[in-house]
């Protein structure tokens, strides 16, 4: 398995990966990713800004991230808690929009893709990976936390909605 920076035609096999994980989440029963987001719209301008990653196996996508490196306003104000970094610290990294192919969750991808943006963060001289998720989406819940993030506290995305926290010391 090889992660590089997406090009722009690996896109048309991102959507479907996108509407798996979105198909995923429904089942959960919570509404986080249910109106659309993320997009082609959004994955082509990840791309544009060089911020978005996809997972190759055998030649295949089989998943994306977005790794923002000059921070998330998200993440200024924390509360019910605060970050294992303190809560001014804006040496770190966000990975957003994760997505693994239905096919090859299990397979070590979280593993990898985990890894490989705490090595870019490190590399980079930060000292952490930050990441938020719904309350609910406890399949990520359990992958943050086997990879050794620490739930930190809620923060609020720019419409208001409430997201549990994490963030991982590299």
Same mark, same amino acid.
């Given at each position: 398995m090889t992660i590089r920076k997406t090009k722009a035609g690996d896109i048309d096999a991102i959507v479907p990966i996108l509407d798996e994980a979105r198909r995923t989440i429904a089942a959960l029963g919570i509404n986080q990713w249910q109106d659309g987001y993320p997009n082609r719209e959004v994955i082509e301008e990840?791309? $544009?800004?060089g911020q978005s990653y996809v997972l190759v196996k055998e030649g295949c996508v089989i998943g994306t991230f977005a790794l923002i490196t000059n921070g998330d306003p998200t993440y200024d104000v924390i509360e019910h808690g605060h970050w294992t970094t303190g809560d001014d610290n804006r040496n770190y990294n966000a990975v957003h929009r994760v997505a693994i192919a239905v096919a090859s969750r299990g397979s070590g991808a979280s593993t990898a893709m985990i890894g490989f943006a705490?090595?870019?963060?490190?590399?980079?001289g930060k000292t952490s990976v $930050?990441?938020?998720t719904h309350e609910g989406n406890r399949v990520m819940r359990r992958m943050l936390e086997k990879h050794g993030f620490v739930h930190c506290g809620t923060i609020y995305l720019a419409n208001g909605d409430?997201?549990?926290a994490y963030e991982l010391t590299v």
């Open positions: 990840d791309v $544009r800004l705490a090595d870019l963060t490190r590399m980079a $930050r990441i938020d409430p997201r549990v």
